[in-house]
């Protein structure tokens, strides 16, 4: 089947203004993570759902990030007021359960530019 | 493991070759560790996962060493193709403290025909 699929593949915005990142995830995975990849850098986790429980938010850096998921499958990675410094690549992944030993699997990535 | 910034580590081998790339992770509470491959403009692809109660296991090609005492773990790739080339990042997970994955801060190989 299809993997996980992210839209927009580029992004280029103003600073200050408010950015929509999507994510589609592998059909039947109930977690999906956000992650934030900067330039010549490892992977920063943002923010993780699993199935209906509240999401974990303990790596969104700062008030302007939220994420939602709806229906339990595509997500929606919204910063606001957008800065330079949040310009990075956004990946998605998803799994097929929660716990050790679950793989996650990742979109391409939007790469977002703040100018 | 820690982020280099802007300069990635390089290991540099002829087609051919073994490569050999190393990370060392930070929590000794970790008990599951997978290797990505990130070729440019793509997302990391899963290679290879083990858990801590393994010291060894082997892919196609593809062999990841851990050693629990150093906190050290390697993967090895046999005969090394230039599609192999790419960045490489190992990462870890706590059972039990999230689900999320920290990520080391990557290798880059280059393999040279």
């Known amino acids: 089947g299809a993997g996980v699929s992210q839209s927009p593949s580029n992004k280029v915005t103003e600073k200050g203004k408010d950015v929509e990142l999507r994510c589609d995830p592998i059909?039947?995975?109930?977690?999906l993570y956000w992650y934030r990849q900067s330039l010549g850098q490892g992977l920063e986790f943002l923010i993780y759902?699993?199935?209906?429980?509240?999401?974990?938010k303990s790596g969104l850096p700062s008030d302007r990030f939220s994420a939602e998921r709806t229906g339990g499958s595509v997500s929606t990675l919204t910063i606001q007021r957008t800065q330079q410094e949040d310009s990075a690549v956004y990946l998605c992944?998803?799994?097929?359960?929660?716990?050790?030993?679950?793989?996650?699997?990742f979109g391409p990535g939007t790469r977002l530019t703040v100018l | 493991g820690e982020s280099v910034g802007l300069h990635l580590p390089t290991l540099s081998v002829q087609e051919g070759d073994n490569s050999i790339i190393n990370c060392a992770y930070s929590n000794s509470a970790s008990d599951y560790f997978i290797w990505y491959k990130q070729e440019s403009g793509k997302g990391p692809q899963f290679i290879i996962d083990i858990r801590s109660n393994m010291d060894k296991r082997q892919g196609q090609r593809v062999t990841v060493l851990l050693n629990k005492t150093v906190k050290h773990l390697s993967l090895q790739i046999a005969a090394t193709q230039p599609g192999d080339s790419a960045v490489y990042f190992c990462?870890?997970?706590?059972?039990?403290?999230?689900?999320?994955?920290?990520f080391g801060g990557g290798t880059r190989l280059m393999v040279k025909p």
């Open positions: 992944a998803s799994s097929l359960i929660r716990g050790a030993g679950d793989t996650q699997y």
């Open positions: 759902f699993q199935g209906n429980s509240a999401p974990d």
């Open positions: 990462a870890e997970r706590e059972e039990g403290a999230g689900n999320m994955l920290t």
């Open positions: 059909s039947g995975h109930t977690a």
